[in-house]
Protein backbone atom coordinates (compact mmCIF):
# COMPACT_ATOMS: atom_id res chain seq x y z
CA UNK A 1 0.00 0.00 0.00
CA UNK A 2 1.73 3.11 -0.84
CA UNK A 3 1.93 6.20 0.98
CA UNK A 4 0.15 9.10 1.00
CA UNK A 5 0.85 12.21 1.92
CA UNK A 6 -2.16 15.03 3.08
CA UNK A 7 -2.10 18.84 4.55
CA UNK A 8 -5.20 21.19 5.26
CA UNK A 9 -5.26 24.87 5.30
CA UNK A 10 -8.00 26.36 7.58
CA UNK A 11 -8.39 30.18 7.78
CA UNK A 12 -10.96 32.09 9.27
CA UNK A 13 -11.10 36.15 8.61
CA UNK A 14 -14.09 38.89 9.10
CA UNK A 15 -14.71 39.86 5.53
CA UNK A 16 -16.12 39.61 2.12
CA UNK A 17 -15.47 36.78 -0.75
CA UNK A 18 -14.46 38.83 -4.01
CA UNK A 19 -13.74 37.47 -7.65
CA UNK A 20 -10.13 37.44 -8.48
CA UNK A 21 -10.29 38.77 -11.60
CA UNK A 22 -11.77 42.51 -10.97
CA UNK A 23 -9.06 42.19 -7.74
CA UNK A 24 -6.67 42.05 -9.85
CA UNK A 25 -8.15 44.87 -12.24
CA UNK A 26 -8.69 46.92 -9.19
CA UNK A 27 -4.88 47.03 -7.88
CA UNK A 28 -3.63 47.66 -11.11
CA UNK A 29 -6.15 50.40 -11.75
CA UNK A 30 -4.87 52.04 -8.14
CA UNK A 31 -1.24 51.79 -8.87
CA UNK A 32 -2.96 54.49 -11.59
CA UNK A 33 -4.48 56.77 -9.87
CA UNK A 34 -2.22 56.36 -6.30
CA UNK A 35 -0.40 59.15 -6.33
CA UNK A 36 -3.69 61.30 -7.76
CA UNK A 37 -5.56 60.03 -4.64
CA UNK A 38 -2.87 61.20 -2.06
CA UNK A 39 -2.97 64.68 -3.74
CA UNK A 40 -7.35 64.65 -3.36
CA UNK A 41 -7.03 63.32 0.48
CA UNK A 42 -4.53 66.14 1.32
CA UNK A 43 -6.16 68.90 -0.25
CA UNK A 44 -9.99 67.41 0.04
CA UNK A 45 -9.39 66.71 3.79
CA UNK A 46 -8.49 70.69 4.36
CA UNK A 47 -11.45 72.55 5.95
CA UNK A 48 -12.63 75.59 4.08
CA UNK A 49 -11.61 79.00 4.32
CA UNK A 50 -14.90 80.89 5.67
CA UNK A 51 -13.67 83.98 3.93
CA UNK A 52 -13.35 84.07 0.09
CA UNK A 53 -10.02 86.64 -0.30
CA UNK A 54 -8.51 86.28 -3.25
CA UNK A 55 -5.01 85.78 -0.94
CA UNK A 56 -6.95 81.88 -0.12
CA UNK A 57 -5.33 79.32 -2.49
CA UNK A 58 -8.55 78.42 -5.16
CA UNK A 59 -7.79 74.56 -4.46
CA UNK A 60 -9.03 75.41 -0.66
CA UNK A 61 -12.68 76.73 -1.70
CA UNK A 62 -13.67 73.61 -3.59
CA UNK A 63 -16.67 72.33 -2.04
CA UNK A 64 -16.60 68.61 -0.45
CA UNK A 65 -19.00 67.70 -3.10
CA UNK A 66 -16.86 68.11 -6.19
CA UNK A 67 -13.60 66.68 -4.83
CA UNK A 68 -15.98 63.71 -4.22
CA UNK A 69 -17.15 63.85 -7.75
CA UNK A 70 -13.28 64.42 -9.26
CA UNK A 71 -12.41 61.42 -6.84
CA UNK A 72 -14.91 59.03 -8.34
CA UNK A 73 -13.65 59.90 -12.07
CA UNK A 74 -10.33 59.70 -11.40
CA UNK A 75 -11.14 56.01 -10.04
CA UNK A 76 -13.64 54.91 -12.97
CA UNK A 77 -10.69 56.22 -15.53
CA UNK A 78 -8.19 54.45 -13.67
CA UNK A 79 -10.60 51.08 -13.87
CA UNK A 80 -10.95 51.27 -17.55
CA UNK A 81 -7.49 51.96 -18.43
CA UNK A 82 -6.76 49.13 -16.05
CA UNK A 83 -8.89 46.86 -17.94
CA UNK A 84 -7.85 47.60 -21.25
CA UNK A 85 -4.36 46.65 -20.05
CA UNK A 86 -4.99 43.68 -18.77
CA UNK A 87 -7.41 42.58 -22.16
CA UNK A 88 -4.30 43.55 -24.12
CA UNK A 89 -2.18 40.88 -22.25
CA UNK A 90 -4.89 38.55 -22.51
CA UNK A 91 -5.57 38.77 -26.47
CA UNK A 92 -1.98 38.49 -26.96
CA UNK A 93 -2.07 35.55 -25.16
CA UNK A 94 -4.85 34.14 -27.53
CA UNK A 95 -2.71 35.78 -30.57
CA UNK A 96 -0.13 33.18 -29.51
CA UNK A 97 -1.91 30.39 -28.69
CA UNK A 98 -5.27 30.14 -30.61
CA UNK A 99 -5.67 27.81 -33.14
CA UNK A 100 -8.12 29.64 -34.83
CA UNK A 101 -8.02 33.71 -33.52
CA UNK A 102 -10.55 35.76 -35.19
CA UNK A 103 -9.78 39.45 -33.94
CA UNK A 104 -13.43 39.42 -34.24
CA UNK A 105 -13.94 37.46 -30.98
CA UNK A 106 -12.11 39.12 -28.56
CA UNK A 107 -13.52 39.84 -24.93
CA UNK A 108 -14.67 42.85 -24.52
CA UNK A 109 -14.36 43.18 -20.84
CA UNK A 110 -12.65 41.46 -18.36
CA UNK A 111 -14.71 38.76 -16.84
CA UNK A 112 -14.80 35.03 -16.22
CA UNK A 113 -17.58 34.48 -19.02
CA UNK A 114 -15.72 36.76 -21.58
CA UNK A 115 -12.57 35.56 -21.37
CA UNK A 116 -13.20 31.57 -21.07
CA UNK A 117 -15.77 32.18 -23.91
CA UNK A 118 -13.15 34.44 -26.00
CA UNK A 119 -10.46 31.69 -25.20
CA UNK A 120 -12.87 28.95 -26.17
CA UNK A 121 -13.45 30.51 -29.48
CA UNK A 122 -9.58 31.15 -30.25
CA UNK A 123 -9.14 27.19 -29.36
CA UNK A 124 -6.38 28.65 -26.93
CA UNK A 125 -6.19 26.79 -23.43
CA UNK A 126 -5.12 28.63 -20.81
CA UNK A 127 -2.46 28.17 -18.33
CA UNK A 128 -2.94 26.32 -14.77
CA UNK A 129 -2.17 28.76 -12.88
CA UNK A 130 -3.46 32.37 -15.09
CA UNK A 131 -1.69 34.58 -12.77
CA UNK A 132 1.14 33.54 -14.97
CA UNK A 133 0.19 35.95 -17.81
CA UNK A 134 -1.23 39.13 -15.10
CA UNK A 135 1.02 42.13 -15.36
CA UNK A 136 4.32 41.86 -13.10
CA UNK A 137 3.59 43.42 -9.69
CA UNK A 138 0.03 43.05 -9.74
CA UNK A 139 0.00 41.57 -5.82
CA UNK A 140 1.29 44.80 -4.81
CA UNK A 141 -1.40 46.76 -6.30
CA UNK A 142 -3.69 44.86 -4.78
CA UNK A 143 -2.03 44.89 -1.05
CA UNK A 144 -1.32 48.47 -1.76
CA UNK A 145 -5.48 49.08 -2.34
CA UNK A 146 -6.18 46.81 0.53
CA UNK A 147 -4.22 49.16 3.00
CA UNK A 148 -5.38 52.41 1.56
CA UNK A 149 -8.69 51.54 2.57
CA UNK A 150 -7.50 49.92 5.78
CA UNK A 151 -8.25 46.24 4.29
CA UNK A 152 -6.19 43.32 4.18
CA UNK A 153 -5.87 40.78 1.55
CA UNK A 154 -5.70 37.18 1.31
CA UNK A 155 -4.19 36.04 -2.03
CA UNK A 156 -4.88 32.48 -1.34
CA UNK A 157 -7.19 31.26 -4.60
CA UNK A 158 -10.80 29.68 -3.11
CA UNK A 159 -12.30 27.89 -6.20
CA UNK A 160 -15.51 26.94 -6.55
CA UNK A 161 -14.50 22.95 -7.79
CA UNK A 162 -15.07 20.43 -4.81
CA UNK A 163 -12.02 18.86 -7.41
CA UNK A 164 -9.18 20.77 -8.35
CA UNK A 165 -6.45 19.33 -10.22
CA UNK A 166 -3.37 21.14 -9.80
CA UNK A 167 -1.53 23.03 -7.38
CA UNK A 168 -3.75 25.05 -4.14
CA UNK A 169 -1.46 28.37 -4.81
CA UNK A 170 -3.45 27.87 -8.85
CA UNK A 171 -5.36 30.95 -9.92
CA UNK A 172 -8.20 30.05 -11.98
CA UNK A 173 -10.87 32.41 -14.33
CA UNK A 174 -13.38 31.58 -11.45
CA UNK A 175 -10.99 32.04 -8.14
CA UNK A 176 -12.36 34.08 -5.55
CA UNK A 177 -9.76 35.60 -2.54
CA UNK A 178 -10.74 37.18 0.73
CA UNK A 179 -11.06 40.76 1.44
CA UNK A 180 -10.82 41.03 5.21
CA UNK A 181 -9.92 43.25 8.74
CA UNK A 182 -6.26 42.74 9.03
CA UNK A 183 -5.57 40.11 11.23
CA UNK A 184 -2.80 37.65 13.19
CA UNK A 185 -2.63 34.51 14.05
CA UNK A 186 -6.13 33.52 11.91
CA UNK A 187 -5.33 29.58 10.57
CA UNK A 188 -3.86 26.64 10.91
CA UNK A 189 -1.97 24.02 9.15
CA UNK A 190 -2.68 20.35 9.45
CA UNK A 191 -0.41 17.72 8.01
CA UNK A 192 -1.37 14.10 7.70
CA UNK A 193 0.69 10.94 6.76
CA UNK A 194 -1.23 7.55 5.88
CA UNK A 195 0.67 4.21 5.40
CA UNK A 196 -0.04 1.00 6.75
CA UNK A 197 -1.99 2.31 9.24
CA UNK A 198 -4.05 5.65 9.28
CA UNK A 199 -2.48 8.66 10.74
CA UNK A 200 -5.29 11.49 11.40
CA UNK A 201 -4.46 15.24 11.75
CA UNK A 202 -6.31 17.78 14.36
CA UNK A 203 -6.22 21.47 14.88
CA UNK A 204 -8.42 24.21 16.53
CA UNK A 205 -8.29 27.85 16.77
CA UNK A 206 -10.70 29.93 18.48
CA UNK A 207 -12.17 33.42 17.09
CA UNK A 208 -12.24 36.85 18.68
CA UNK A 209 -14.99 37.55 20.90
CA UNK A 210 -15.78 40.92 19.71
CA UNK A 211 -15.19 43.62 15.97
CA UNK A 212 -14.05 47.34 16.42
CA UNK A 213 -16.79 49.54 16.50
CA UNK A 214 -15.67 50.56 12.81
CA UNK A 215 -15.36 47.29 11.17
CA UNK A 216 -17.64 47.50 8.78
CA UNK A 217 -16.72 50.93 7.06
CA UNK A 218 -14.55 50.39 4.80
CA UNK A 219 -15.92 47.52 2.88
CA UNK A 220 -18.76 48.97 0.42
CA UNK A 221 -16.57 52.42 -0.27
CA UNK A 222 -13.97 49.90 -2.00
CA UNK A 223 -16.36 47.63 -3.35
CA UNK A 224 -18.44 50.64 -5.06
CA UNK A 225 -15.65 52.31 -5.78
CA UNK A 226 -12.94 50.13 -7.78
CA UNK A 227 -15.88 48.39 -9.10
CA UNK A 228 -15.67 44.97 -6.97
CA UNK A 229 -17.57 41.68 -7.56
CA UNK A 230 -18.46 40.45 -4.25
CA UNK A 231 -19.51 36.42 -4.19
CA UNK A 232 -21.00 34.05 -2.07
CA UNK A 233 -18.46 31.46 -1.20
CA UNK A 234 -20.32 30.20 2.18
CA UNK A 235 -21.34 25.96 1.57
CA UNK A 236 -23.42 26.24 5.03
CA UNK A 237 -24.43 29.35 7.31
CA UNK A 238 -24.38 28.32 11.22
CA UNK A 239 -26.52 28.96 13.83
CA UNK A 240 -27.53 28.44 17.34
CA UNK A 241 -30.41 26.51 18.01
CA UNK A 242 -33.26 27.28 20.11
CA UNK A 243 -35.84 24.92 21.40
CA UNK A 244 -38.29 26.18 18.49
CA UNK A 245 -35.54 25.45 15.84
CA UNK A 246 -34.29 22.21 17.03
CA UNK A 247 -36.98 20.48 14.85
CA UNK A 248 -37.04 21.95 12.19
CA UNK A 249 -35.19 20.60 8.94
CA UNK A 250 -31.15 21.52 8.54
CA UNK A 251 -30.85 24.41 5.97
CA UNK A 252 -30.35 23.57 2.71
CA UNK A 253 -27.00 24.58 1.28
CA UNK A 254 -26.68 27.67 0.12
CA UNK A 255 -25.20 26.20 -3.09
CA UNK A 256 -24.49 22.60 -4.10
CA UNK A 257 -21.05 21.61 -4.88
CA UNK A 258 -21.64 17.83 -5.14
CA UNK A 259 -23.59 18.41 -8.50
CA UNK A 260 -21.78 17.05 -11.32
CA UNK A 261 -22.08 19.99 -13.13
CA UNK A 262 -21.10 22.40 -10.57
CA UNK A 263 -18.34 20.84 -9.87
CA UNK A 264 -16.54 20.67 -12.97
CA UNK A 265 -17.71 24.37 -14.30
CA UNK A 266 -18.79 25.54 -10.88
CA UNK A 267 -19.12 29.35 -10.34
CA UNK A 268 -19.71 31.25 -7.37
CA UNK A 269 -22.72 33.47 -6.82
CA UNK A 270 -22.52 37.64 -7.14
CA UNK A 271 -24.07 39.38 -4.01
CA UNK A 272 -25.05 42.29 -5.02
CA UNK A 273 -23.15 45.57 -3.86
CA UNK A 274 -25.80 47.30 -2.00
CA UNK A 275 -26.57 43.68 -0.19
CA UNK A 276 -22.66 43.03 1.01
CA UNK A 277 -22.85 42.47 4.87
CA UNK A 278 -19.07 41.28 6.26
CA UNK A 279 -19.12 37.60 7.70
CA UNK A 280 -16.90 35.90 9.28
CA UNK A 281 -15.37 33.21 6.73
CA UNK A 282 -13.74 29.97 7.68
CA UNK A 283 -12.19 28.42 5.21
CA UNK A 284 -10.45 24.96 4.66
CA UNK A 285 -8.38 24.15 1.18
CA UNK A 286 -6.69 20.62 1.21
CA UNK A 287 -4.68 18.90 -0.84
CA UNK A 288 -3.67 15.01 -1.08
CA UNK A 289 -0.63 13.62 -3.11
CA UNK A 290 0.11 10.35 -3.60
Known sequence: MG????????T???GVAVRLLCLVKAGLAFQIVEDALAFLDEHSARTPPTSSAPLNPPVLRVPPETWANVRAH????????????????FIDHLKKHGECFDPSEVPSSFTEGELWSSANEAGAELPDDV????PSGWETGVFRLGTYFGLEVDLSPI????LVEGYDTDYTLDSAVLLQLPSEDNGIEIETHTGIDLVSGFGCFGLPKSLPVDADKSFKPLIMQFD?????????????????S?????EERLFKPDDDHYATSGHFP????????PKWLIVCVTSLQA
Open 159 to 162: RPQT
Open 228 to 244: LDPVEIRLRQAKLSTVA
Open 131 to 134: GEWF
Open 12 to 14: AGY
Open 3 to 10: ATEGSARV
Open 246 to 250: VKEEA
Open 270 to 277: SIPRDKVE
Open 74 to 89: LIALGVEEAEQELLRV
